[in-house]
């Protein structure tokens, strides 16, 4: 029977076998640097397998995945490759990928992740989110049990487990209500604020657009973190849009611009400049116009409709009352 290293490190090669370009060859290092970990705990050393693993790893780009393949080698190296010492590398490997929508790598790194410590109620929770995405019902709800009760059924790993379940629940719009009301009243405004997030999506699914756009203007008041408020704030301009609310976009592109880190904002510019395009706005094009290249490209097939109402002016107000991320740094 394999280890979950080696089945880990089946996985990253059989991907690097199966893709092409670069994530075929990060996926190839990430093989041969779990390779070493898998090596290392069962007490064998093979000093060609690191040094072809570490020369497999300089040969990236620097990036926080290389940083973290460093480490993974440099503790398989130490000769105490301990399962705490291993896990915790192993999860900032998994975000990631996650990150840079790797899913497949991500699940295999937190799967590992959790086998080697299984204590972890945050490390649980995470690998539920990865096998909900990956399309694994039955896994993830596992998953989230396990997560629950690591956190003792009451913390905020609870609670954001909870708002798992329900995503993958027959009604995930019902039963995410009673998971953001219990949020709520324990005080977690940001598994609220998930909850929030995740309906709003289920919402927008099932065509209730004027629904998923009052979720997202909640969670994005409820969120305290700036990039989480940015990225809500391009959702909410999204489903605007499909309402052929230009006005509202414009008010949610400008909170993300204001709270996004510098991706997010650079979006947002290429986003308004697009949107005032299509309406016509000669002013906004000048205002927004960027000649940096874009890391994200705006296309858009939006029709303003003229006779829509627009809820730009309570969006306005909500704008308003969130301030931006120079006022919460200041006080």
Known sequence: MQSSAQIAASTFLQISETERGERARRAAAGALVLACVQRARAGTTDEFGLRRARREVEGLEKSPERSILDRLLLVAESGDPADARLAKPLVSYACELERTRRLPEANAAITLAFALDGTGSATALHAARLARKLGERD?????????????????????LAEVGEA?????????????IRRALRAGDAEAAAVGLEERAAARRAAGDRTGAARDLVIAATRYTDAVDRARVAHELAGVTLALGDAGAAREALQVALAWGDAPQQDHARTRLHTLSRDVGDVVGMRRWRSFKRPPLVSMSAYRPDPSARTAAPRLLRWRESLGHRADARAS
Request: proline share 3%; net charge positive.
């Open 167 to 179: 995503v993958v629940s027959a009604d995930p719009a019902r039963t995410l209500g009673r998971a």
């Open 139 to 159: 896994r993830a709800l596992a998953l989230y049990c396990a997560a629950r009760e690591l956190d003792g059924g009451t913390g905020t790993i609870a609670r």
